[in-house]
Each structure stands twice: as structure tokens, then as C-alpha cells.
């Protein structure tokens, strides 16, 4: 009975390989779960990966250890994973000495809280020995409110030691995004964040982001605010549209040029540049 149940398996497995094998030879970046595969097929597709112009990006539900994890970032799989699947620092640390060595790099989204004493909790101390190893943080508010001093010290220690921290940003700005900006953070934000009242304080925001080498990144969802969205556009932040880019008729197409310049580095989102946790 176990040798059936065996060989109905291996079929689906061997398929599952061609088809990894197959996405090699397309000119495209490739993206899978660690679920889809076993580890000597993925293993074995990393390393056959060779297009420079592309990254081989690995999203982590938890069904590999940290060893198997060390395999694939050390032979150049950039991880995606998450503090609902692996907070053991201890885990995210080595991992992430192995994705420098072969040239991939780890992304931590965080999307619940960290307090101090809190049992299987993150704490701030935690998130600061994992910024400082070289984990590219990305942190939202979205379900929990966030001390963003804390985050810009976090973003700092990320930028010390040449990852970064990508912030979301959910609900109205806020004067302390000054200095989360200066501190090297990416924020990302969307036009329902803005005020009639605010083109001052965005501008200051973008200004101070890339000063610091980062940026704002606006989701535009369909506002109809054109004289701020120029105002931004103009102190350089990267604008990403909810529907595809306007007509000849439309308001906005004169700063149709300017934004086709500003193209947003991939490890300044997670997974896809759209999406805002």
C-alpha cells in the first residue's frame, strides 16, 4: 500500500519539476512558495538560475528549516518571509549570513506588535539585532499602531548596515515621518493619506526621504487633487497609479514624462510594488 501511495506521488512531483525547470527559460523574475516543490527540486532550479537581470524570489510558509533555507539564499534565492511564519531571530540571522554570501538578501514583513516581556512576542531588541544583520524590514500599521521613533531607529540600524526598512503607511501623516525619512526609511503612503491642508508637510516628507538616499512611494488611488500630485511629483517622489496611466485628455499626462523616469528599486516593496500590506 505505501509503495502505490508512493508512485501516485512521484508522477506529480516529477511534473512539478519540469514545470520549475520550464520557468528557468523564460526572461522573467520567478516566484514560488516553498509548498509548491520539494527542496532538491528548488535547490537544484536555483542554482541553475543564472540571469543576472532577474531574481529568483522564494516565499517562506514555514515548510523548510533554517539549514534548507541557508541552501537556497546561499546559492543566490532571495526569501520572503514574515513574523506570522518565522520569528525566531536566531533563525532570520543566519539565514541572512548566508544570503550575503550569495548575493540574495532577506525580507522581513512585520505585521504584528512587539513588546518587551511579551511571551512569543517580537521586541524592539529583537527587531534592532535583526536590522542590524542585514534583514531588509518591512513594517506596516495597518493592524497595529507603531512608535514611528522606535521605526526610525530601526531604519537607521538598517541602513548602517546596508539593508533598509520599508515602511506602510496607513492613515493620516504625521510630523514624525520627518524624521522616519531622514533616518533612511522608505515610506509608502496613498492619496488617502493626504489633506487639503498638507502639501507642505509631503513635500518636507519626500524632501527629507531622499535626502537620506530613500524616497516616499504615493499609491494614487483616483484622487482628484491634481496641484498636490504635481507638488509631489515635483520634489521627486515615485507616484504609482491604481488604473493604468490617463488618456491624451486627461489632466495628468503632461506629468506622464517625469514619472516614467522613476523607477522603484524592487527592494523597496515587498513581493509586488502595488500592494500595500
Same mark, same amino acid.
Given at each position: 500500500?505505501?509503495?502505490?501511495?508512493?508512485?501516485?506521488?512521484?508522477?506529480?512531483?516529477?511534473?512539478?519539476?519540469?514545470?520549475?525547470?520550464?520557468?528557468?527559460?523564460?526572461?522573467?523574475?520567478?516566484t514560488?512558495r516553498?509548498?509548491?516543490?520539494?527542496?532538491? &527540486?528548488?535547490?537544484?532550479?536555483?542554482?541553475?538560475?543564472?540571469?543576472?537581470?532577474?531574481?529568483?524570489?522564494?516565499?517562506?510558509?514555514?515548510?523548510?528549516?533554517?539549514?534548507?533555507?541557508?541552501?537556497?539564499?546561499?546559492?543566490?534565492?532571495?526569501?520572503?518571509?514574515?513574523?506570522?511564519?518565522?520569528?525566531?531571530?536566531?533563525?532570520?540571522?543566519?539565514?541572512?549570513?548566508?544570503?550575503?554570501?550569495?548575493?540574495?538578501?532577506?525580507?522581513?514583513?512585520?505585521?504584528?506588535?512587539?513588546?518587551?516581556?511579551?511571551?512569543?512576542?517580537?521586541t524592539?531588541?529583537?527587531?534592532?539585532?535583526?536590522?542590524?544583520?542585514?534583514?531588509?524590514?518591512?513594517?506596516?500599521?495597518? &493592524?497595529?499602531?507603531?512608535?514611528?521613533?522606535?521605526?526610525?531607529?530601526?531604519?537607521?540600524?538598517?541602513?548602517?548596515?546596508?539593508?533598509?526598512?520599508?515602511?506602510?503607511?496607513?492613515?493620516?501623516?504625521?510630523?514624525?515621518?520627518?524624521e522616519?525619512? &531622514?533616518?533612511?526609511?522608505?515610506?509608502?503612503l496613498?492619496?488617502?493619506?493626504?489633506?487639503?491642508?498638507?502639501?507642505?508637510?509631503?513635500?518636507?516628507?519626500?524632501?527629507?526621504?531622499?535626502?537620506?538616499g530613500?524616497?516616499?512611494?504615493?499609491?494614487?488611488d483616483?484622487?482628484?487633487?491634481?496641484?498636490?500630485?504635481?507638488?509631489?511629483?515635483?520634489?521627486?517622489?515615485?507616484?504609482?497609479?491604481? &488604473?493604468?496611466?490617463?488618456?491624451?485628455?486627461?489632466?495628468?499626462?503632461?506629468?506622464?514624462?517625469?514619472?516614467?523616469?522613476?523607477?522603484?528599486?524592487?527592494?523597496?516593496?515587498?513581493?509586488?510594488?502595488?500592494?500595500?500590506?
Open positions: 500500500m505505501e509503495r502505490e501511495k508512493q508512485e501516485e506521488k512521484e508522477p506529480d512531483s516529477l511534473e512539478k519539476t519540469i514545470e520549475l525547470i520550464s520557468l528557468l527559460k523564460k526572461k522573467q523574475p520567478i514560488v516553498d509548498d509548491q516543490y520539494d527542496f532538491t &527540486s528548488l535547490l537544484d532550479a536555483v542554482r541553475l538560475f543564472r540571469d543576472s537581470r532577474y531574481r529568483f524570489r522564494v516565499i517562506d510558509t514555514g515548510r523548510f528549516d533554517p539549514f534548507e533555507l541557508e541552501w537556497l539564499t546561499g546559492h543566490g534565492a532571495d526569501l520572503y518571509t514574515s513574523d506570522g511564519v518565522r520569528a525566531r531571530i536566531h533563525d532570520l540571522e543566519i539565514i541572512s549570513a548566508s544570503a550575503k554570501k550569495g548575493n540574495a538578501f532577506v525580507s522581513f514583513l512585520i505585521n504584528g506588535k512587539w513588546e518587551e516581556g511579551e511571551e512569543k512576542s517580537l524592539f531588541s529583537d527587531l534592532m539585532n535583526v536590522g542590524r544583520c542585514g534583514v531588509y524590514l518591512h513594517i506596516t500599521n495597518r &493592524s497595529q499602531p507603531r512608535d514611528i521613533q522606535q521605526v526610525a531607529q530601526l531604519a537607521y540600524h538598517c541602513a548602517q548596515k546596508g539593508s533598509w526598512l520599508v515602511y506602510y503607511h496607513h492613515g493620516s501623516l504625521e510630523r514624525s515621518l520627518l522616519l525619512g &531622514s533616518n533612511g526609511a522608505w515610506i509608502h496613498t492619496d488617502q493619506s493626504l489633506e487639503q491642508d498638507s502639501p507642505g508637510l509631503i513635500r518636507d516628507i519626500v524632501l527629507s526621504a531622499r535626502s537620506a530613500s524616497n516616499v512611494v504615493l499609491h494614487w483616483g484622487g482628484d487633487n491634481f496641484a498636490l500630485l504635481d507638488e509631489i511629483v515635483k520634489a521627486g517622489a515615485v507616484v504609482l497609479f491604481k &488604473s493604468p496611466l490617463f488618456d491624451y485628455r486627461s489632466p495628468l499626462k503632461v506629468l506622464e514624462k517625469g514619472l516614467r523616469k522613476k523607477r522603484l528599486d524592487f527592494k523597496a516593496y515587498y513581493l509586488y510594488p502595488s500592494v500595500l500590506p
